[in-house]
């Protein structure tokens, strides 16, 4: 029995009318009537189902960790842009202005998929993400061992 994998990098576009196409593979996963829009961490996009949201979002507001400064930019940035949206027939769904302007999104992007939500990202802006940050992909490769990981020990 084949293990189905969550994950992946799959190249869209953004259209004219600011929706992404949804990679046909994710669809199903995500056929729920509303989902959820809100910005990355990073300048990126997140979208997820409610029920994830949910769980995120009440992660966000109580976390006794932040500081009242902290709590108003995670609030800023990710609870109050949050927005229902739908998949349409063709498998798009529309990214709200404000929220494509904060992911830098161009036509070229990318939609990777996590255990629990998707990202799309502006493919420039994600190559170049991972290019500014090779010490820490590096140093984070040292911590786990890189020799270590594919061996069938």
Known sequence: MATELRTGTFESTLDDKGRV????????VYSVNELVITQGRQPSVWIMTP??????SEKLKNS???TEEEYSLVEYLHILPAQLVEIDKSGRIPVPQAI???AGL???CLVLSAENRL?????QSYYTYLNENSQVRQEA???????KLFSME
Not at 21 to 28: D, F, Q, V, Y
Not at 51 to 56: N, S
Not at 119 to 123: A, G, N, Q, R, T
């Open 21 to 28: 196409s949804i990679p046909i593979r994710l669809r199903e």
């Open 51 to 56: 029920e994830v949201w949910e769980r995120v």
């Open 64 to 66: 006794s960790d932040l």
């Open 100 to 102: 494509r302007k904060y």
């Open 106 to 108: 161009t036509k070229e």
């Open 119 to 123: 990202e799309i990202w502006d493919s």
């Open 141 to 147: 490769w040292k911590k786990m061992g890189s020799r």
